[in-house]
Structure formats: C-alpha cells, structure tokens
C-alpha cells in the first residue's frame, strides 16, 4: 500500500523558516517524480513545485521560486520542501504527492501557518 | 498560465440525477485530469486522461472532452458523490488546477 506521511508543519512568523518532510513507503520511491501541492484554508488546490527521479532538475510556482526548495533523499525515501522568507499567503495544508503529469497518490498533508 | 474555470462553483443534485461539471481552458490542453476532496480529507485522483477511471471509481462517472472544454458526469448522483471535484491540465508549467466544484446532495 502506498503511504506518505508528511511532517513539519506548525506555527511560524513571518519571514522565518520551515521545513516539511515527507516519508513515502509502499512503492519505488527513486522511480517517481515528486511535488508538493497546497490548499490555503477554504480554497482550491495549488501546485507548489516538483522534482524529477534523480532531484537533478527542479521546478517551482512563481510565488515561491526563490524561498522554497524541493529536494529529495532516495536511499531514505523522503522528500523535504525548505520554506524560507515565509508570508502570510503562504498558510495552507502542504501534500506530498507523486507527480506523473498528474498527481497520482497524496500525503494526509501538513498544516502551516504563517502568523505573528 | 493555463487557467482552468470550473462550472458551475456549487451545486446540489438528488439522488438519482444526472450531473455534470465542466472545465474550460484559456488554451488548448491534451489531457484533463479531475480530483475528489471529500470534507476534511486529501484529494484522490479521480479520473486521468480525460476519460479513464481510476481504481475505484464506480463506472457512474465518466470523462470526456478535447482542446479547451471538458467535463466530468455522473450519471445517477448517489450520496457518496458528494464532495468537491477539481480539474488539473497536465502538461504546461506552471500545472494548474480549476476553482473546484462543490457538489451537495439534495
């Protein structure tokens, strides 16, 4: 059975950083591309940024490119997203999906908050 | 930016009704790609490739559509098809996925 199971979110201030981890299980991890989307509260669904099998090439949304950084451990089957340079708009449950052009399997997600 | 308008925003259908959820592209996209979110959970793909169901999913729902219109259709709604559906474009970058459809049981 697939799993992923995200960590790390909590309370922050603006301008602070956080990182969230992910642990996948169930599946060959190094053979799927990964991606981080987010859901601010009551709205839709944002995709955040993806990183191929090997984490050699990386992608990211406009609003986060410079802050965030989405890397991976295969030997540990985990992926991370450093969030630095944190704002308010930021605030939203962060999944941990697989990324095959679509968004196949979902972590249970990780809530940050970004408030002082 | 791809932009995906979903219609309509919310909706309720009886059990029973047919209903459908459609999807339009400010570009002509290859593939739509749609989302359940059920209250307080993480989204489940729903259907892929426009019109192939994932495992699952009871053969009420279907896909459909090319270029800028798509859409999603159930063909008799049943109360455990209440919930929030998405549609996601694929394959220009920045991935973006539509305002979502709340679908309410009547």
């Known amino acids: 059975e697939v799993q992923l199971v995200e960590s790390g979110g909590v309370l922050v201030q603006p301008g602070r950083s956080m990182k969230l981890s992910c642990a996948a299980s169930?599946?060959?991890?190094?053979?799927?591309?990964m991606a981080w989307v987010r859901q601010a509260p009551t709205k839709g669904l944002e995709w955040v940024a993806t990183?191929?099998?090997?984490?050699?090439?990386?992608y990211y949304r406009d609003s986060v490119k410079g802050r965030f950084t989405i890397s991976r451990d295969n030997a540990k089957s985990t992926l991370y997203l450093q969030m630095d340079s944190l704002r308010s708009e930021d605030t939203a449950t962060y999944y941990c999906?697989?990324?095959?052009?679509?968004?196949?399997?979902w972590g249970q997600g990780v809530m940050v908050t970004v408030s002082s | 930016e791809i932009v995906l308008t979903q219609s309509p925003n919310t909706m309720a259908a009886s059990p029973g009704e047919k209903v459908t959820i459609t999807c339009r592209a400010s570009s002509s996209v290859s593939y739509m790609y749609w989302y359940q979110q059920m209250s307080d959970a993480s989204p489940k793909l729903w259907i892929y490739d426009t019109s192939k169901l994932a495992s699952g999913v009871p053969d009420r729902f279907s896909g459909s559509g090319s270029g800028t219109s798509y859409s999603l259709t159930i063909n008799t709604m049943e109360a455990e098809d209440a919930a929030t559906y998405y549609c996601?474009?694929?394959?220009?970058?920045?991935?973006?996925f539509g305002g979502g459809t709340k679908l309410e049981l009547k």
């Open positions: 169930g599946f060959t991890f190094s053979s799927f591309p």
């Open positions: 990183i191929s099998t090997s984490g050699g090439s990386t």
């Open positions: 996601q474009q694929c394959c220009s970058t920045p991935r973006t």
């Open positions: 999906t697989t990324d095959d052009y679509y968004f196949d399997y």
